[in-house]
């Protein structure tokens, strides 16, 4: 069967983000000061062919430690539906 796995890959929030602070500035300037936080993050979708829900979670997972993150500067969450 055909799963799509959701991953999240974001920033650890003790680190800077430099691209959120970019974004963060640009609204400001565009008046939006409500905005108190940027994190810029990666959404990655896959279609795994799995057995399972169970077997699809854990490819993504494992595809997410191996490649699709940096686990000295990212966390990511992974989901199926």
Not at 7 to 33: E, F, I, R, S, T
Not at 68 to 74: G, H, W
Request: net charge negative; proline share 4%.
């Amino acid at each position: 069967m055909m799963y799509t796995v959701q991953v999240k890959v974001m920033p650890l929030k003790d680190l800077l983000d430099p691209q959120g602070k970019a974004v963060l500035g640009g609204l400001q300037n565009l008046g939006l000061n409500q905005v108190a936080d940027v994190r810029i993050g990666k959404h990655i979708d896959l279609q795994i062919e799995a057995g399972s829900k169970e077997e699809a979670l854990a490819a993504g997972e494992e595809a997410a430690k191996k490649l699709l993150s940096n686990p000295v500067m990212e966390i990511f969450e992974v989901s199926v539906s």
